[in-house]
């Protein structure tokens, strides 16, 4: 299949596959004419691929995560502990995200929202007292 095919197939834009064949995570054959030519088993790479991203992995860890994949006498422990470490990063992630919420929400309340120019909100972004 061309990459278009595979782009729709795995849900990943074509930029992206390419992307993923510069950094070398994906090496799909070519033809003889020079085209790619995406199989099922880069097909199921990039679905992987997909996934692992959307989970959040980062590019390093789902190169760690395919090689993983494919090595049949891998230690599930090794795959554990690259899940356990994206769980402590959104975990983290978790913590800044509601530190930035009960911000808002004191702006929020100290800002009157009518007629008046003053605005606390604005004075907090600014940095003034």
């Known amino acids: 299949m061309n990459i278009g095919e595979a782009a729709e197939l795995s849900g990943l834009p074509a930029k992206t596959i390419r992307y993923y064949e510069d950094i070398g995570l994906l090496k799909p054959p070519r033809t003889g004419n020079g ?4 199989r099922d088993t880069e097909l199921h790479k ?5 996934r692992a991203r959307s ?3 980062s590019i390093e860890d789902c190169r760690h995560l ?3 994949y494919e090595d049949r006498s891998r230690a599930s422990a ?3 502990a690259l899940a356990e470490a994206r769980i402590r990063d959104v975990e983290v992630k978790i913590r800044e995200l509601q530190a930035m ?7 929020v309340h ?3 929202g009518d007629d008046r120019p ?3 909100i604005l004075t907090d972004l600014a940095g003034a007292d």
Do not use: M
Not at 35 to 38: D, L, P, T
């Open 101 to 107: 919420k009960a911000t808002l929400n004191r702006l």
């Open 118 to 120: 003053d605005c606390p």
């Open 35 to 38: 085209y790619r030519e995406y």
């Open 46 to 50: 990039l679905r992987f691929l997909q």
């Open 55 to 57: 989970l959040g992995f």
């Open 110 to 112: 100290a800002c009157h």
């Open 78 to 80: 090794d795959v554990r």
């Open 66 to 68: 395919l090689s993983l």
